[in-house]
């Protein structure tokens, strides 16, 4: 599997991760995710740009203000990725201990 940078950029940052966690439970708008964050409503707005760049929104018009959902194709990849890595890195840190403790009963 191809690890998509972009996409991990974009979900690195804890306040992204926060905003996803939020519009997971539920949507929302920036003015309604700038309450529940400590940041400004137009510093919000800059990261669901960021966020809908990579595919992790969907945005809708609804009146004056845009509403945004996470596109569940998109975290899905995203949750396979993050798999992908955790199942190679148990895979290397498997082989880690296996090499540690066969020098440690070379040495007994």
Known sequence: MTID???WSAIGDPTRRRM???LLAG???A?????????????VAKHL???DRAGL???AE???EK???VDDAQFAKAVAQLAAVGSAWDARLSRIKRIAESLQKERE
């Open 62 to 64: 609804v009146g004056r």
């Open 49 to 51: 740009a960021v966020l």
């Open 20 to 22: 996803l966690d939020l």
């Open 31 to 43: 003015t309604s995710l700038a309450v529940e964050l400590p940041v400004t409503r137009q510093a």
């Open 5 to 7: 940078d972009d996409l």
């Open 57 to 59: 929104v969907t945005v």
């Open 67 to 69: 509403r945004y959902d």
């Open 27 to 29: 949507g929302g708008t």
